[in-house]
């Protein structure tokens, strides 16, 4: 269980950073050290990983549940901060 669903976060984001959380703590980046984010079709949900410049808090890379509808609803009002960083697998 450890590796599945503990390594789940919660992503959050506004204009200018991403707020990821693990439901005690939440720590704030700005996009700029994004490397990128995948998105992979798990048959019923999807699946995304951050990828990080640099280590963070939570390791360099993050993973957690994607609404894809919330991620374009996103990039359609905020055009140009992750967008063009979003990879589908």
Do not use: W
């Not at 980046?29 to 699946?47: A, G, H, N, Q, T």
């Not at 957690?64 to 992750?82: C, M, N, R």
Request: charged letters at 25%.
């Amino acid at each position: 269980m450890r590796f599945t669903l503990l390594r789940l976060k919660r992503v959050e984001l506004s204009e200018t950073h991403i707020y990821i959380s693990n439901y005690f703590k939440t720590y704030r980046y700005p996009f700029s050290d994004i490397e990128c984010i995948k998105v992979s079709d798990l048959l019923l949900f999807k699946l995304a990983k951050v990828e990080f410049t640099a280590k963070t808090s939570f390791g360099r890379n993050v993973y957690f549940l994607l609404q894809s509808h919330y991620l374009a609803d996103y990039i359609e009002k905020f055009p140009g901060t992750v967008g063009n960083k979003v990879i589908d697998n």
